[in-house]
């Protein structure tokens, strides 16, 4: 089944409530609310997700329930919007009534974990060994791991082939910033429009910004390094000479993906969940360039599956079991991908390679990506978030110079 995911921005929400966080994905609620794990029914379990579009009769839940079945047991699932859930997730960890399984945008993991409200993979037996160090880092907080992720999304530059071939830019030339901006220029030349991205201030800016902050080589703890400004100045410069549009301001991911389909623009930088629309209009990707070559390192997306803790330990066997499931190369890969995933473990995305060849640059992609609370950042990464799409904000408007946006940025930080 394909889902058109847009991204959830978590942050505003828990800062209203005195606790900071961010994440991504989202939609409205539809989901039908529960009482939380310590209340539940002998033989009962309740799982608490952010996808409410999913309604009982979906492949997703139906993939639960035979999960729930191979465990012994059987599922009382609640879908709620992003928000909504991770506030949930928090006042019931609070009245020490939380479910028994937890699935969560992977920024939010450090936030419920800081609250103590999340049990670690020693207490509770999941097995991560064959988890990518690089997707797992965002459940690892202080050295203790607190969830496995069910799988992984990031972002990558689509292109328009026929607008390249009508620009004379073949996409093999393009391999760092350089060639990057020499290709725009053809085609901004041939009359066509060059890149579209969401540069929004909000969480969904900093995170389309992220690859090419990463890629210049700077670090989440020095905003105002020169190679930040770097990434920043490149940005700045592309809105300047119409490479990319004034609109990128105030778009979203969906927003700037509309723009893409328009047909009018030779590039977008956009995640995984678009991929399905891609091949139907006929476009391609590739990874987006690091600025002296190679991939740029993108945030990675997606969700952890994580067990509350609860009064009775004894539930986390099933809860284990059940998670084990849903997070299973099997499952994620030869049964269902309704969430459209890109999988965490090498021999899984072997499996999604030999199933499906179109999907190696998103493999690739996956590969290189960085956890936004990685480094062990937790929960400094939404304050530091917030400053940086803030920076790009003042300097994509004109209102500050990339370099004093960027210190303010910092000040605001420390």
């Known amino acids: ?41 002998k033989g009962s379990y309740t799982f608490w997700d952010p996808y409410p579009q999913y309604d009982a009769t979906s492949a997703w839940a139906k993939v639960i329930d035979t999960c729930a079945a ?7 699932r609640s879908g709620y919007d992003t928000s909504g859930l991770t506030n949930k997730a928090l006042l019931a960890g609070q009245q020490s009534n939380s479910p028994d399984i937890l699935l ?3 920024p939010v993991v450090s936030t419920l974990a800081s609250a103590g409200i999340l049990t670690t993979t020693d207490q509770n037996k999941l097995v991560v060994g064959d988890v990518a160090t ?51 220029q053809k085609v901004t030349a041939s009359g066509h429009k060059g890149i579209t991205f969401s540069a929004i201030g909000t969480e969904e800016g900093s995170f389309q910004f992220l690859p090419w902050f990463w890629g210049a080589g700077a670090d989440l703890t020095q905003l105002d390094s020169t190679k930040a400004e770097s990434a920043l100045q490149l940005w700045t410069d592309w809105v300047k000479k119409g490479y990319a549009p004034n609109s990128v301001i105030n778009n979203t991911q969906t927003t700037s993906w509309q723009e893409f389909q328009t047909g009018d623009f030779a590039f977008s930088e956009n995640g995984t969940w678009q991929k399905a629309d891609a091949a139907k209009m006929g476009d391609l990707v590739v990874p987006l360039p690091a600025a002296t070559g190679g991939s740029a390192p993108a945030p990675t997306g997606g969700e952890f599956l994580t067990i509350p803790v609860q009064k009775d330990t004894s539930r986390y066997e099933a809860s284990s079991k059940i998670v084990t499931c849903l997070s299973s190369t099997e499952n994620i890969v030869k049964t269902d991908n309704t969430l459209n995933y890109i999988s965490v473990g090498k021999e899984a995305q072997a499996a999604q390679l030999a199933a499906d060849p179109t999907l190696k640059p998103w493999v690739d992609a996956v590969q290189v990506a960085k956890a936004r609370t990685g480094d062990n950042l937790g929960t400094k990464y939404p304050k530091i978030s917030e400053q940086l799409w803030t920076a790009v904000q003042k300097a994509l408007s004109g209102s500050a110079s990339p370099a004093d946006a960027l210190k303010a940025a910092q000040a605001a930080v420390k």
Do not use: H, Q
């Open 1 to 41: 089944m394909e889902i058109k995911r847009k991204f959830k921005v978590v942050g505003a929400a828990l800062l209203a409530a005195g606790v900071a966080a961010g994440a991504l994905t989202g939609c409205s609620s539809s989901g039908t609310s529960s009482s939380g794990g310590s209340s539940a029914a």
């Open 70 to 76: 191979s465990a012994g047991v059987t599922i009382k």
């Open 104 to 106: 969560v945008d992977n």
């Open 134 to 184: 690089n997707i797992l880092s965002a459940g690892v907080i202080d050295s203790k791991t607190y969830g496995v992720p069910i799988g992984s999304n990031t972002l990558a530059l689509y292109y328009n082939p026929t607008i390249l071939k009508a620009a004379g830019v073949d996409i093999a030339s393009i391999t760092d910033w350089a060639s990057l901006t020499a290709a725009l």
